[in-house]
């Protein structure tokens, strides 16, 4: 019955047993991570915009297997920071498509970028103020210079995600040609311009992805007649996906034909950087049950994983589909002569926070202590945004490639976590 449901497509796609056994294996709260599904969502991105340039952004998942793999099929890399760009550099062995966005950079990241630069001369560095062109000139770079513009709008799953309008990002668009201008004069070679509205743009939110490119096609055309040919307009990633069962998943063909019609006439390529639409339903987390109690008004579920292990519930109040596999092992067995009922259930984790909710009351079959939960769509933004809060060790990761299994990035230790701090 779940078959087609898109938010748990790669949940039903994995035999539920196959996932304990990994489980069983690798121990939880672990991270399982479906190459070929990244694949898939590759392809899909270049059928839907054939003509495009697509850089994957690196945020999303920076698992070195997942850049690999995209890396591969043809796939660009947007690095936000010096630690991506390394990745990236490692990955790739070239700068050609590999873009670095910098945000506020730190010296740093700047002084490494600039290195890079000099082994890589095809680096593109996208600069989102003047004050970043300044300390580009003065680390003596001249290499290929994008401006990341704020076009004044934005989208979006949250206001949290919300770039496109948020003053942190950006030169605002209408300074982007005098300040193209006077980095041209300055000896930079300007090769783009570039914007992002936002992350989880879905199909309800055309409107507002038409009303961006055909600011970035109205632009880019300013920027054509005063400063000099463009090579490309980059107008970032923000591809939604379905998270809720009910969700329709977004029509590509629909943003590809909206973006084509605002900047097709643009004598410059079209680049998009999406990062979640490659990564998101190709992960899932797995947790065991270890704690299932009364509480007044639902049933508390606790869990081997929190929001340290997957923040987004508790940051945007995020939706992710969650399975009880050792519920579905059990209907699914020939002998299976129970079937669990289904309660409300609120899933929590072990971090020390009222707000480390997966789930409030949701509707599953009920839990029991040693149960193994599948919560999906967590490929993209999962891992990358886990942290080590209450000294807990970030989780394994593993890939599915090819139907093999293999440990992509080992589990923590409590010495990984304090071992950095002065010897005592
Ligand atoms: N390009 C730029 C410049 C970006 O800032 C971002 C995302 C992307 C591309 C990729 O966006 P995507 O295609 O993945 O939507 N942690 C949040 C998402 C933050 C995204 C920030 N920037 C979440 O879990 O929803």
Redesign the pocket.
């Known amino acids: 019955t779940l078959e087609g449901l898109p938010a748990v497509r790669r949940l039903t796609a994995w035999e539920p047993t196959r996932l304990e056994s990994l489980a069983g294996e690798y121990e939880t709260p672990l991270y399982v991570l479906d190459l070929d599904r990244v694949r898939e969502n590759a392809r899909r991105l270049e059928s839907a915009f054939p003509d495009a340039e697509i850089l994957y ?1 690196v ?2 998942n920076a698992l070195s297997d997942a850049l690999e793999t995209l890396h591969e099929a043809g796939i660009g890399l ?1 690095c ?1 920071s010096a630690g991506e760009l390394s990745r990236a550099l490692v990955v790739t062995d070239s700068g050609a498509d590999v873009h670095y ?1 910098a945000v506020n950079p730190p010296a740093g990241d700047l002084d490494i970028a600039v290195e890079a630069w000099e082994a890589y001369p095809e680096l593109t560095i996208t600069a989102g103020a003047e004050d970043t062109i300044d300390r580009l000139e003065e680390r003596g770079y001249d290499g290929r210079l994008c401006l990341r513009v704020n076009p004044g709008i934005g989208a979006g ?2 206001e949290k ?1 919300q ?1 496109g309008a948020n003053a942190k990002f950006g030169v605002p668009a209408e300074r982007a040609v005098d300040v193209l201008a006077d980095a041209a004069d300055r000896g930079f070679d300007v090769v783009g311009i570039h914007a ?1 509205v936002g ?2 743009v879905s199909s309800d939110q055309l409107d507002a992805h038409r009303e961006f490119v055909s600011r970035m096609g109205e632009l880019a055309r300013s920027v054509t007649a005063a400063v000099g040919d463009l090579e490309f307009v980059d107008i ?4 939604g996906v379905p998270y809720r069962e009910a969700d329709a998943p977004l029509d590509l063909e629909a943003v590809a034909e909206a973006t084509r019609e605002a900047v097709g006439d643009v004598d410059a390529q079209l680049t998009i ?5 490659f990564v998101a339903d190709a992960g899932v987390l797995l947790t065991e049950v270890n704690t299932v109690k009364d509480a007044r008004e639902t049933t508390l579920v606790g869990v081997d994983a929190g929001m340290t292990t997957l923040l ?1 519930p508790a940051m ?1 109040d ?1 939706y992710h589909p969650i399975r009880n596999l050792t519920a579905d092992t059990e209907a699914d067995s020939s002998d299976g002569d129970r079937s669990r009922g289904t309660t409300a259930q609120t899933i929590t984790g072990p971090i020390c926070e009222s707000g480390d909710v997966f789930c409030t009351d949701r509707e599953l079959p009920e839990s029991e202590r040693g149960d193994l939960l599948a919560i999906g769509n967590a490929g ?2 999962g891992y990358e ?1 886990a942290n080590q809060y209450n000294s807990r060790p970030r989780p394994a990761s593993v890939v599915i490639e090819d139907g093999t299994v293999r440990l992509a990035r080992r589990r923590e230790t409590i010495d990984d976590v304090t071992s950095v701090e002065r010897e005592s």
Do not use: L
Request: glycine share 18%.
């Open positions: 952004a945020k999303a947007e936000a966005t799953h949250h995600v770039t992002h992350s989880g970032g990633g923000g591809f950087e999406p990062g979640r639409y987004r945007y995020a993209a933004y945004m």
